[in-house]
DNA sequence: ACGACTCAGATTGCATACAATATGTATACA
DNA sequence: TGTATACATATTGTATGCAATCTGAGTCGT
């Protein structure tokens, strides 16, 4: 991995980190000039991290008038309810697939700083620690296709998490703890090369979360549309 | 942004279609000077592009290398042919659910343009309207978290098309009849609102490109570059 | 010969100055 | 009072010069 430490891909990182944890709320308008003082680099560069960005769908650019974080409206909502089982089931059936040794071992430790995080971590660090995991299975996926949904999902889910990676009940708690127990199941089935119950897992795992933004959207408790059946994944 | 006749988004315009036609090929060396000057704007502008293109997966940008066209390898059309079936079935489905009345007419001309360049266009021409066409469905479909993956699926698709919208048999030109006719159905369908029946017919619109593409891979005869994954770097 | 090293030339990355565009405020007028 | 216009300010977009890095030919040594 080519994490390289410029001040560039700081800034890129920062920007990601504050953006996925809300400490840069939806809609917030970014200051070229503030950013560059804060990173410490001209605007010249930072204009393509912004550029970059806009790409992943972190931010969006307005011609003329800067950039702002991406939204996120109950129409996007709507949206990612639709998409989300497909392409979470497709990316870890092929992640239980494709996956190699080495990445075993970094989702094995991103499940490890999860926990750590669920112990003695503020919400952000849980939020960003479950991100971790998530996309780790994306790169397992290997599907060049694919993962810019899945990213982009990933986003959004992040984003989201900030609302309920602070339990205020016991039943989010349970709640937490069987995400967790997921994880662990993920990374058995992936390390077992076993697609079905990969894919299974991604459904359950899937409706936590789910049922979770429901419930945080919907304090009545509708049933959202959830999405097409899911399609088949070989050919 | 889009849609103005800016030097800068004219530049964009030209460099997408170049890639999707393969006037640029896969693994082409980019030169910004070079760019810069065809295309009447200085290198901050320009590099500004490129970065947006890199986003979209055109082009692969590689610190303190420049730019080049993005590869297509055995191994991403091994991925291609996993995503594809199930990202079409989807946004064809939600095209039918979400569309508005303008998008069915935008939909229609371009269908008009299909056919036209079908009876006398070349090979490009009938590659872009085909491209054109997609993309108006997954406008359609209106879901920030599937487009991503459809337009990344959308750029392979046109570049591979390339290779047989220039038919040489009478099973070629049978083909491609077929896809017409394909599009007609995906209208009325999508007019009807219906969506079942239009999964169903992305279904069998992929079908088509596919044994189309399995063709051109197995005897050997893809004559595209087909080199290693490029390893992306960070900035 | 073969390989490692050196150093021009070329290309990319960054900072800054300048031009173009938007925003906010004050004034003129109905 | 409300609206429109004009101007000053702030912000964004672009061009250019310079620094950092890569490429490749030539040289040296073994």
Redesign the pocket.
């Known amino acids: 991995m080519q994490s390289e430490s ?3 891909s700081n800034a890129y990182d920062a920007l990601v980190a504050a953006i996925l944890t809300l400490e840069l709320a939806p809609g917030a308008d970014l ?3 503030r950013l560059c003082a804060e990173h410490g ?5 930072m ?2 991290v912004l550029r970059q960005l806009a790409g992943e769908g972190y931010v969006t ?1 307005r ?4 950039a702002q974080v991406s939204e996120m409206s109950h129409a996007s909502l709507r949206a990612f309810f639709i998409a989300a089982p497909m392409i979470y089931a497709a990316i870890l059936q092929l992640a239980a697939e494709n996956r190699t040794p080495a990445q075993i071992i970094e989702l094995a430790e991103a499940q490890d700083m999860f926990i750590r995080a669920l112990r003695n971590g503020a919400t952000a660090d849980r939020a960003l620690a479950n991100d971790r995991f998530h996309r780790i299975t994306g790169e397992m996926a290997d599907n060049a296709f694919l993962l810019p949904s899945f990213n982009r999902l990933l986003l959004d889910h992040a984003r989201i998490s900030m609302t309920f990676y602070a339990p205020r009940t016991d039943a989010d708690r349970n709640t937490i703890k069987t995400a967790r127990d997921h994880h662990e199941q993920i990374i058995e089935a992936i390390d077992a090369r076993d697609a079905a119950q990969a894919g299974e897992l991604a459904q359950a795992h899937w409706a936590l979360s789910r049922d979770r933004i429901a419930q945080f959207v919907m304090p009545g408790g509708l049933d959202l549309p959830l999405g097409p059946p899911p399609q088949e994944v070989r050919q």
């Not at 680099?41 to 560069?45: A, H, M």
């Not at 011609?63 to 800067?66: A, D, H, P, Q, S």
């Open positions: 410029s001040p560039k200051d070229e000039a680099l001209s605007r010249t560069p204009r393509e650019l011609l003329n008038r800067g």
